[in-house]
């Protein structure tokens, strides 16, 4: 346990390390600046995962859901082969 001086009113106050610690005189949260971009990087992966093509939804039938789970395996194989395929030309010079 540490201090830590709130971005917001400049006075010290007790710290946990955890970014949802609020001062304890002006009760602002003491993340600041990295509590914001935190939350911001949450909302976009939740963004990223709902915009991806095989992202399975519930209003989905299970004939689409199937599919789906489908084409993220076809994905995954074509990825890995891609990854293999450029990791051989970068070993094979070396």
Same mark, same amino acid.
């Given at each position: 346990m540490g201090q830590k001086k709130c971005p917001h009113c400049?006075? !010290?106050s *007790? !710290?946990?390390m955890n970014l949802t610690? %609020?001062?304890e005189h002006c009760g602002q949260p003491l993340g600041g600046k990295d509590l914001e971009?935190?939350? %911001? %990087?949450e909302q976009e992966q939740l963004k990223n995962k709902e915009d991806w093509l095989f992202a399975i939804k519930e209003t989905d039938s299970s004939f689409v859901? *199937?599919?789906?789970k489908i084409g993220?395996?076809?994905?995954t194989i074509f990825m890995a082969i891609? *990854?293999?395929i450029l990791w051989l030309i970068a070993a094979l010079p070396g």
């Open positions: 400049g006075k !010290w *007790s !710290w946990n610690d %609020r001062c971009n935190q939350e %911001r %990087r859901a *199937s599919l789906k993220n395996f076809f994905y891609i *990854s293999f």
